[in-house]
């Protein structure tokens, strides 16, 4: 990136508006002041009328759903994950449809003030770095920071749940990759891929407790650790797996993670719906984050996430859409609003519940964590990287104006984003994506969905998705120790 950019004339979203000029230099935010000069060279951006806004970060997202949306309704998610992840696709989609189906999420969350997210990628049947290429360039294209976690299990999903029968259902999947195809994998993608604090990040994403070895958790998180890559894995996202811990250990999979050494500053658990106070207060004392993706776990039937006592325990939470099956805007502020909404519904002490600033904050600065970027990211000041959108001032949202920042979570003005800039280039001007063709793009994705869509096997997957539906009805009926769901 390390483009030089003067932006000018901007007002910087904060509790009130200021009108600063932001210096942009070798893609950092250089200095932050009054009637700044531009130095030669660089490119001069008027911002005069606008609200600067630090550029929005979504902490957990799979690509790889963008061509799902409204396929699937009132599907809980283990049942959802048999088709929206193909686990009985045997090939995978051609280089140009895996290229159209990443820059057409990357473009959607441009549009929306999105400058940087988390794509946990998965890839039926597997990753290689044949499919990962087309996903890199994709965000070269359209200009968008990404962090690639390599979306992986070496367990067959019927093997994460406990089924009746679950070596003949995973008998009907692909078979999955081996732990040392894995890990070469990732040595190999870092490699060719990984740019320290720059555009393209590659991480690694073993899928989640029960869908992975011991070996594998414990390979990937070492592999991340020593090169200070992103690291995540789902945990506790619904009543099943809640259910399948106790059962196969006696206890959460966030206890397990934690007698494990797992948990830390550098492992990130997503979702967290169903946690007991024991697992909050381990994710607490050790500096775990979490992403909460309220609009996806609200769409799924997962529950509802314990936020305020997440907050109150100190436990650092980012906000994540999850993938386009489940949450088909991408749009960060509109998860934003819901989430600050949402949770004052649980009534009791009002003082606990969440602001639009806590809300804002967890789609920014404490989301750049989850990127790998440390504090780099999600702020208006000297030394972040210079991503920022700009939204008209006079935008339905900010008029009459009294507080910007609740009016910018509450008023959702996404749809109003006219420039967005990553690392100091501007890479959507008058609400377009500058680099790439809209309705080229569009036209792509079209073709490239029907490809997409065929490659399931349907005998295998229905016999695959009776036993989990048979399976979640038994769950459903049991009492667990700890609750998620909202009850009448």
């Known amino acids: 990136m390390g483009n030089d950019l003067l932006v000018q004339g901007g007002q910087l979203l904060g509790s009130e508006l200021r009108t600063r000029d932001v210096l942009i230099q070798d893609g950092r935010i250089a200095r932050v002041g009054e009637r700044l000069d531009a130095p030669a060279g660089a490119e001069v951006l008027d911002a005069s009328g606008m609200v600067v806004l630090p550029g929005l970060i979504n902490a957990h997202y799979h690509s790889g759903e963008n061509f799902n949306p409204g396929l699937y309704e009132n599907l809980p998610l283990d049942l959802w994950f048999v088709h929206s992840h193909q686990v009985t696709r045997a090939e995978p989609l051609s280089a140009e449809g895996i290229y159209a189906r990443t820059a057409l999420g990357a473009t959607?969350?441009?549009?929306?003030?999105?400058?940087?997210?988390?794509?946990?990628?998965?890839?039926?049947?597997?990753?290689?770095?044949?499919?990962?290429?087309?996903?890199?360039?994709?965000?070269?294209?359209?200009?968008?920071?990404?962090?690639?976690?390599?979306?992986?299990?070496?367990?067959?999903?019927?093997?994460?749940?406990?089924?009746?029968d679950a070596a003949g259902a995973a008998a009907r999947e692909a078979a999955p990759p081996t732990l040392d195809g894995i890990m070469q994998l990732a040595h190999?993608?870092?490699?060719?891929?990984?740019?320290?604090?720059?555009?393209i990040g590659i991480g690694m994403g073993p899928s989640a407790p029960q869908r992975c070895t011991d070996a594998l958790l414990d390979a990937s998180l070492a592999f991340c650790r020593e090169r200070g890559l992103a690291w995540q894995t789902h945990v506790l996202e619904t009543k099943s797996q809640a259910f399948t811990s106790r059962r196969w250990h006696g206890k959460s999979f966030v206890e397990r993670l934690a007698e494990r050494g797992t948990l830390g500053p550098q492992a990130t658990l997503v979702h967290t719906v169903w946690l007991s106070d024991r697992d909050i207060e381990l994710m607490a004392s050790s500096g775990t984050p979490t992403v909460h993706c309220l609009m996806s776990n609200l769409r799924l039937g997962d529950g509802v996430a314990r936020l305020p006592a997440l907050q109150e325990a100190g436990v650092r939470v980012a906000l994540g859409t999850d993938?386009?099956?489940?949450?088909?805007?991408?749009?960060?502020?509109?998860?934003?609003?819901?989430?600050?909404?949402?949770?004052?519904?649980?009534?009791g002490d009002f003082h606990r519940w969440p602001t639009a600033a806590q809300a804002l904050d967890m789609c920014t600065s404490a989301a750049s964590i989850c990127m790998g970027h440390g504090e780099g990211l999600g702020r208006l000041e000297e030394g972040a990287h210079g991503d920022l959108s700009l939204v008209p001032a006079d935008a339905p949202a900010f008029i009459p104006l009294h507080d910007p920042v609740r009016q910018v979570v509450y008023g959702s003005p996404s749809a109003d984003v006219q420039t967005v800039v990553v690392g100091g280039r501007v890479v959507v001007r008058d609400?377009?994506?500058?680099?790439?063709?809209?309705p080229r793009l569009?036209?792509?994705?079209?073709?490239?969905?029907?490809?997409?869509?065929?490659?399931?096997?349907?005998?295998?997957?229905a016999e695959i998705e009776a036993m989990v539906g048979e399976l979640y009805d038994r769950v459903e009926a049991i009492d667990l120790d700890v609750d998620s769901y909202l009850r009448p």
């Open 108 to 164: 959607l969350m441009l549009r929306t003030g999105t400058t940087s997210c988390v794509d946990f990628l998965f890839e039926a049947p597997e990753i290689t770095l044949e499919t990962l290429e087309p996903v890199v360039q994709a965000y070269r294209d359209t200009g968008m920071r990404a962090t690639i976690l390599l979306g992986v299990a070496d367990k067959p999903f019927a093997e994460s749940l406990p089924l009746d």
């Open 188 to 199: 190999d993608a870092v490699a060719r891929w990984h740019e320290p604090d720059g555009q």
């Open 323 to 347: 993938g386009r099956g489940c949450d088909e805007s991408l749009d960060m502020l509109e998860l934003a609003k819901m989430t600050a909404l949402v949770h004052k519904a649980r009534g």
């Open 431 to 438: 609400g377009d994506p500058v680099g790439i063709d809209l």
């Open 442 to 461: 569009y036209e792509q994705s079209k073709r490239y969905v029907i490809d997409a869509m065929a490659g399931d096997r349907p005998a295998d997957a």
